[in-house]
């Protein structure tokens, strides 16, 4: 039962060991002209040919992930250059778009003869009750309430609420704003009240006199917070059918007060050198 059960095994096992002993004897007593000897060579070729090609093949697999682990750590390394570079872009980005907002900001020192005082804004709050901001400059940099706010484009507000540190800006859409303007074509005379969304309604407006969308609204200087002339807005609609003395019309102001960052608060004239002189003796 076992001869019958195991006799291919035990066929090549024996084919095996006499190629073996013949392979021995003729490597001992090799006369170089042995046939046994180039059957044999012959038939391990091709198992010779197969190990060699399993040994180059995890060779070539090994260097390959040998450069892989090189080729990710060198990626890492790029991709965090890249970041760093990226983070520095923006920096200079960001600094450079402020200094184009500040230098607008600053001529209005050319534009207008008083003095400012530049600030920051450190918090906003544009809800449907209220439209305000927060700057960082308060009584110690001289502001006192009621001071007007400014920005490159014209006036967006006055001071509210002046702290030590910080002050609250009431924008002029807010309605709690009101201030006294004209029409600078025609010298048309009103008062723009804050309509939030909508900008400011320009008030107290008779139907006769001549106002039309695109006239530019400035401060008419009849109040004691504003100085005349700072731009405000630009009429952006006019209504004279309704019923009433009045015509309903809107303003959009100038300044996009959604996107302030930095404002300029009117703290007082400009005082001539001779001006300055004689209130210093």
């Known amino acids: 039962m076992f001869l019958k059960n195991y006799r291919t095994v035990i066929f090549v096992g024996a084919i095996i060991a006499a190629a073996l002993i013949l392979l021995s004897y003729n490597l001992r007593y090799d006369t170089g002209t042995s046939v046994l000897k180039r059957i044999v060579m012959e038939a391990a070729e091709p198992v010779q040919k197969m190990f060699s090609a399993s040994v180059e093949a995890v060779e070539n697999a090994w260097r390959r992930y040998i450069h892989l682990v090189g ?22 980005k960001e600094g450079n778009l402020e200094a184009q907002r500040l230098k ?24 449907m009750i209220s439209k305000t901001l927060w700057i960082d400059k308060g009584e110690k940099d001289g502001l006192v309430s009621g001071m007007p706010v400014l920005v490159s484009t014209g006036l967006i507000g006055r001071l509210t609420d002046v702290t030590w540190h910080s002050s609250k800006v009431l924008l002029l859409v807010d309605e709690n704003s009101n201030v006294d303007v004209l029409i600078q074509r025609t010298r048309v005379q009103g008062i723009a009240r804050g309509a939030g969304s909508r900008g400011c309604v ?35 609609y006019v209504n004279r059918v309704d019923a009433g003395l009045f015509s309903k019309i809107y303003v959009a102001p100038f300044a996009d007060l959604a996107s302030v960052e930095e404002v300029m608060v009117l703290a007082a004239e400009k005082q001539e050198p001779k001006q300055r002189k004689k209130k210093e003796e």
């Open 71 to 92: 080729l990710e750590e060198e990626n890492r390394k790029l991709n965090k250059t890249i970041n760093a570079l990226q983070e520095e872009l923006n920096l200079y």
């Open 202 to 236: 320009l008030r107290y407006v008779p139907k006769i006199q001549d106002v039309k969308a695109g006239d530019v609204v400035v401060t008419s200087g009849l109040s004691n917070l504003f100085p005349k002339g700072l731009l405000v807005g630009k009429v952006s």
């Open 104 to 127: 607008k900001l600053l001529s209005l020192q050319d534009t207008y003869p008083h003095r400012f005082i530049a600030s920051r804004v450190i918090g906003k709050e544009l809800s």
